[in-house]
């Protein structure tokens, strides 16, 4: 404004001769001008206070943004979301919010804890009611018990404030006429096992003619598991206008085979990444030695203290022998495993989740369903079978947000294969050796002394009978020494941590052979027979038929008649020949009359099968077993391992 009134007076001195003024017009000039400037520091002041009121509502648009992360769920559940302690939505959770719109079938590929039940109920919530129905409209099926019934829970809360709107869970191992007795009253969810579902429909007792909405949990375990003809069966049932979803940690052929039968023109939906979903889960490799795994078992355990701990083993057998020996040692531990009744198997997670027991010992299909947040270590005695079963294991912990540790021992003869896993599971371990007893006594020692500090803090003031009784103990004695004393009477001397062997280091890359051709000369074929382990010898599948013998000097020779199988269970799991015939016999649907020799051995048995239904037995056990899906079954390959009758 100043500028501008300069700017005048300039252009009336250039362009004609100034006025005379008067005091009179030189005071009402000053006035005019003030009052000006005044309108214009006004109008200044205002448009300040303007820019601070807009950003005051913009920094609490943000702020209202910030503290309503939870905007993208429907909002008829986000008050359960938020007393269920959610504070904003998964990336699984925003991206079946955003598929919505489509109102299509979902496939959806999401890791173990990634929050995908809550996803599912997003994608689920237009389709609960139907104006008549005599079943339910919503279908929910899963692999096992465990999984079902936290499906069930997880549903139910996030469905509480809906009017008219309940849920049920049928399975196996439970009372089959209670069960009747609660379908009766219509679920508008029903979510059950393939098997249980399968007899309540062909009973009469389930009509899913009202199905508009069905969901497949954990889909590749359940063909592992050997659903598949119960799920077949469970479709014949389901009316053809539905929408089906479609849940798996991995899409392996058979499961892209199940999906493209159940979906029309599904939506592919990816959560975390393999990397993303590691995330909360620091992943260890822990080398030991091969005769030293309980003790590194009881370590981790003892380093670890009062922290909910998953222990898996291969076999139903391992889970009791291992929880039987951590109790005998002093240490709560309990089995988890398919043999158990299912009043025994709820007893025994909510003794879990409730504190009384601090180590679960479980099969790997009996762990399925397992959502306890606060497990924060899960210890591979036996390495898993696969990376897909890994990541299942290990998504046992790291669940909500909150950090877990998946540790997998390894003895020196199997680190090929579990760096196989972890190449293939995408994760980059952390190498390490098992606690030593120095290490394990020091952290006792610590949490020891964090306590005593803490009841220091927190107690009530001592009464004069104590005060007189401590003044008692510190007379002649030295207090630190008292004060050591007690302090090692709160440690945890039940179980004594074990003095393991230095790790062993890892092998040496060997460097890749060379060989001139004009150095190798031709094979003597002399050698063949020569004995195993002398130089010069072939191995053994290449030594003459006839020279082949049982033990250290080459495989048994088979049977005139008989092909020759293996199966990777030994003694040293339980095997025995009864056993091993009973198993074959069930898996294969053959009858025992056209089973041969039967051989064991510590880690694998072999055994011999009439030639005459070799081959349809052969295809029969490449099936996954579903009451030991961790046995696998194969043609020994070798010279001499099928022997065809001679013409008589």
């Known amino acids: 404004m100043n500028f501008e009134a300069d700017g005048s007076t300039e252009t009336e001195d250039r362009g ?14 000053t006035a005019e001008t003030d009052a000006a400037e005044h309108d214009h520091a006004d109008a200044d002041e205002a448009e300040a206070e303007a820019d601070v009121e807009n950003g005051d509502d913009e920094r609490a648009d943000e702020q209202a943004d910030e503290q309503n992360d939870l905007a993208g769920a429907p909002e008829v559940l986000q008050p359960a979301l938020r007393r269920r302690g959610f504070e904003s939505l998964t990336t699984i959770q925003r991206a079946v919010v955003d598929a919505e719109q489509a109102h299509r079938d979902l496939r959806i590929s999401s890791q173990t804890g990634s929050g995908k039940t809550v996803a599912i109920g997003f994608a689920l919530l237009d389709g609960l009611h139907a104006e008549e129905r005599n079943g339910p409209t919503t279908l929910v099926i899963a692999p096992t018990r465990e999984l079902a019934m936290q499906v069930k829970d997880e549903l139910g809360w996030l469905f509480a404030d809906l009017r008219d709107v309940n849920c049920e869970v049928v399975t196996g191992g439970t009372n089959i006429e209670r069960e009747r007795m609660r379908l009766r009253r219509r679920p508008n969810v029903l979510v059950g096992t393939p098997g249980r579902l399968l007899d309540h429909a062909r009973r009469g007792g389930l009509d899913l003619s009202a199905v508009q909405q069905l969901v497949l949990d954990e889909a590749d375990q359940m063909l592992d598991l050997g659903f598949k003809d119960e799920l077949d069966a469970i479709l014949d049932h389901l009316p053809e206008q539905r929408r089906t979803h479609l849940v798996s940690a991995t899409f392996p052929p058979m499961v ?15 959560g975390a990444g393999v990397g993303e979903a590691h995330a909360d889960i620091e992943h260890v490799a822990c080398r030991i030695h091969s005769r030293e795994t309980y003790q590194a078992v009881v370590n981790l355990l003892l380093m670890t203290g009062e922290e909910r701990t998953l222990v898996f083993v291969r076999t139903r057998e391992d889970t009791a022998r291992m929880a039987d020996k951590l109790a005998g040692d002093g240490i709560a531990a309990m089995p988890l495993n398919g043999d158990l009744a299912q009043a025994q198997r709820t007893r025994t997670l909510n003794a879990f989740k409730n504190g009384t027991i601090r180590t679960l010992v479980a099969t790997d299909v009996a762990a399925r369903g397992i959502d306890v947040p606060s497990v924060t270590m899960v210890i591979h005695v036996e390495p898993p079978i696969d990376s897909a079963t890994y990541v299942h294991r290990s998504g046992r912990t790291g669940r909500a947000g909150q950090k877990g540790r998946s540790v997998m021992l390894i003895p020196k003869a199997r680190a090929g294969r579990c760096k196989r896993i972890y190449r293939e599971a995408d994760v980059e371990p952390r190498w390490a050796s098992p606690p030593t007893a120095e290490a ?7 949490r020891a002394e964090a306590a005593a500090l803490h ?9 004069p009978q104590r005060r007189a009784a401590a003044a008692n103990l510190l007379r002649e004695r030295d207090p630190v020494e008292v004060v050591a004393v007690l302090l090692g009477r709160t440690m945890n001397d039940a179980c004594k941590p074990f003095e393991l062997k ?3 280091a890892p092998a040496p890359k060997r460097a890749p052979r060379t060989f001139e051709r004009d150095d190798r ?31 250290d000097d080459g495989p048994r020779g088979v049977e005139e008649g008989f092909t020759r199988f293996r199966i990777n269970w030994g003694t040293r799991d339980g095997a025995d020949a009864r056993r091993i015939l009973a198993h074959v016999c069930r898996r294969g649907d053959i009858n025992s009359r056209l089973i041969g020799s039967i051989s064991l051995s510590e880690n694998s048995s072999t055994f011999d099968v009439d030639d005459r239904i070799a081959n349809a037995f052969g295809k029969r056990v490449q099936v996954r077993d579903r009451r030991d899906p961790h046995l696998f079954i194969k043609p020994e390959r070798y010279a001499g391992a099928t022997r065809t009758r ?3």
Request: no cysteine; glycine share 10%; charged share 25%.
């Open 646 to 648: 001679q013409s008589r």
């Open 455 to 463: 009841t220091l803090q927190t107690a009530p003031v001592a009464t």
């Open 16 to 29: 004609m001769p100034a006025a005379e003024l008067s005091d009179s017009d030189i005071d009402a000039t």
């Open 502 to 504: 230095p790790s062993p």
């Open 256 to 270: 892209l085979d199940l999906a493209d039968r159940f979906q029309q023109a599904p939506l592919e939906i990816a």
């Open 440 to 446: 394990i006594r020091g952290k006792q020692l610590e």
């Open 521 to 551: 000369g031709p094979r003597d074929s002399g050698t063949l027979g020569a004995r195993r382990g002398t130089p010069g010898a072939a191995p053994s599948w290449q030594q003459p038929r006839g020279e082949q013998r049982h033990g």
